[in-house]
């Protein structure tokens, strides 16, 4: 029982309130309107109609393209992120591991969760699989302090950032404990960032 | 763009899981204002829709449903942001105890500093109605205990410690001493004492 | 769990010592200690056993396992072996620790048995972690954990886990979950501080 209680812990889920999924869903898809959105013209920075016409085809944060896309009336007709086309996909196919999923993302993951909803051949959900069962070799020595380059870190998307903070401490306190026959208590992480902080405003 | 304003108030909330902006009202009241104008909005199109003839003149529902959309999205960043506040001042509770350096306390609103306040006497208030002689207080012996007594080393002029004993201490900047762990792993936590291992 | 807490656990193991002093039964809250003759050797909670030995009051009996030929032996299988081999005890590195940390003077080769132990421990660790990243790539769903003590398996949270979760969130949408519009009828402050962070 104690051990379920770790997992489901630290396994991140997104929920209404989840900061994380606030900010993924902020990211944009390119979308084409279906139909004139009168008097909401002012959305395409490029024209200066009142109404939105059907036909333009716009980039919108996921959040709204969700809502427009679905239904029974869809608005929209949606394009996937350029992360997440065939050219990319192949990227990934090919070493998942060399690249930079940073930069391919921010939230490469969490994104692609979403955007996978209206990928009905399902190579998104596919391709985010094969990239995260791919890359977790490498999550796993970074946690652990294995082949140190923290570089890596930098390579990581939000994601895995936090599986691999999350993994790192716990290898830390292990591998302290190890080393050490007596660990101090210490002061609570709150207190001691508030010091650190204070120090700074002070120089 | 729709929403704009309350994404950047849920940003103020990222990567900053430890520590406590202060509340920002103004932002709050706009997004709150751009609610109910769009909610305005909808209603007056929603009216005209009403009384529209079908096939006749433009229909306004796409526009409705779009605004309707962002509506959503604001009301859900302004309860995030809400929320996410109140899970870190509880966390703030636990680990600065009942009463929070005033740097901080200038940071929470005026609904919020009620809310620690209250949910700081409730807690007390449990940890005293539970086990034995008083109370147990939840807030000490994190890790299993290995020994009665630890060395510490004060790190700020705190000034007299009464123990249970009745014995004081005087708790000066970097004097040690031996005390006993319930009594002082407090301080530890809050930082006025350093624990020395061996 | 953190490795205090496991150890807190493992300082459950009875180990045997020669107290150099008497006493009758003590009663404890998890059961009864003693009789103790000067002497004699008699059965201990670890904990209990550290404690005496730190005040100089009793020598530890190292436990049967704990010598250069077993250990040796148990590597070489360890080596050879593709499986996990049963450990002499479940909380082997635990109680090698404690009992190596406060009383080498009591256990002959102390220096050969801890290097024995750590060399174990990492061909093992070794192991797990060949094991969970074919269990990760090929997409298994299960492990058999059979052999390792609750120390090893616990080395692997909460990352493995975790990442087990997240590969099962990726494969599957949830159905008819709709963050935008789905607002919780109850709202709870979780207990946890890391539920809801990514």
């Known amino acids: ?203 | ?198 | 769990m953190n490795p205090d807490d496991i150890e807190f656990i493992a300082e459950n193991e009875l180990v045997q010592v020669i107290s150099n002093f008497n006493s009758p039964v003590i009663a404890l809250i998890k059961g009864n200690v003693g009789p103790f003759r000067a002497g004699l050797t008699t059965h201990v909670p670890l904990w209990l056993a550290v404690n005496l030995r730190q005040r100089r009051q009793c020598k530890i009996v190292p436990p049967s396992w704990m010598n250069v030929d077993d250990l040796e032996e148990c590597k070489t299988r360890e080596k050879n072996l593709r499986i996990f081999t049963k450990m002499p005890s479940d909380h082997y590195i635990e109680v090698a620790k404690l009992l190596l940390d406060c009383s080498s003077d009591d256990i002959p080769q102390a220096d050969e048995i801890r290097t024995i132990i750590k060399d174990i421990w990492d061909i093992r660790m070794a192991k797990i972690r060949n094991s969970v990243n074919s269990l990760i790539k090929n997409s298994s769903s299960f492990a058999a954990l059979d052999n390792l003590t609750m120390f090893e398996i616990n080395s692997m949270m909460p990352l493995v886990p975790a990442c087990l979760s997240q590969i099962m969130r990726l494969k599957k949408p949830p159905r008819g979950l709709n963050t935008q519009s789905q607002f919780p009828s109850s709202i709870l402050i979780n207990t946890t501080n890391t539920t809801n962070s990514l």
């Not at chain 2, 104008?37 to 006749?56: A, F, I, K």
């Not at chain 2, 299993?144 to 510490?152: R, S, Y």
């Open chain 1, 1 to 203: 029982m104690i051990k379920l209680k770790i997992v489901l812990e630290h396994s991140y889920y997104p929920n209404y309130f989840a900061i994380e999924d606030i900010i993924a869903t902020q990211e944009k898809a390119p979308c084409k309107f279906l139909v004139n959105i009168p008097k909401l013209g002012k959305l395409n920075a490029a024209s200066e109609e009142d109404d939105l016409k059907a036909g333009t085809s716009l980039e919108l944060p996921v959040w709204l393209v969700q809502q427009l896309a679905s239904g029974r009336q869809p608005l929209v007709t949606i394009d996937l992120p350029k992360s997440y086309k065939p050219a990319y996909r192949e990227i990934l196919k090919a070493d998942a591991t060399a690249v930079d999923l940073h930069k391919f993302g921010l939230y490469f993951y969490e994104l692609g969760c979403h955007i996978a909803q209206f990928d009905n051949q399902g190579d998104v959900r596919e391709i985010l699989v094969h990239t995260f069962t791919t890359r977790f070799k490498q999550l796993m020595d970074l946690a652990d302090n294995i082949g140190l380059d923290p570089s890596a870190i930098d390579k990581l998307d939000m994601l895995e950032r936090k599986l691999f903070k999350d993994g790192n401490l716990a290898r830390n306190l292990l591998n302290n404990w190890l080393n050490n026959s007596i660990i101090p208590m210490g002061a609570a992480t709150m207190v001691v960032n508030h010091r650190k902080r204070k120090r700074i405003n002070v120089e």
């Open chain 2, 1 to 198: 763009m729709l929403g704009e304003k309350a994404y950047s108030l849920v940003k103020e909330l990222e990567d900053r899981q430890c520590e406590i902006l202060p509340y920002n009202t103004d932002l709050v009241t706009e997004i709150a204002t751009e609610i109910v104008h769009l909610y305005d909005q909808n209603h007056q199109d929603v009216r005209l829709e009403d009384s529209r003839t079908p096939g006749t003149s433009t229909n306004l529902m796409p526009t409705v449903r779009m605004r309707h959309a962002a509506i959503q999205r604001n009301q859900r960043c302004l309860l995030a942001y809400h929320y996410n506040r109140l899970r870190l001042l509880r966390q703030m509770r636990w680990e600065f105890g009942s009463i929070l350096p005033t740097e901080l306390k200038e940071n929470l609103s005026a609904a919020e500093n009620g809310w620690f306040n209250k949910y700081s006497t409730i807690l007390g208030k449990y940890m005293r109605s539970i086990g034995e002689n008083g109370g147990l207080n939840l807030a000490v012996d994190l890790k299993p205990p290995k020994a009665l007594f630890i060395e510490v080393r004060c790190l700020v002029d705190y000034g007299k410690l009464e123990l249970n004993d009745g014995t004081n201490v005087l708790l000066k900047k970097n004097s040690q001493h031996f005390l006993p762990r319930s009594e002082c792993e407090e301080l530890i936590r809050r930082g006025i004492l350093q624990h020395i291992a061996n």
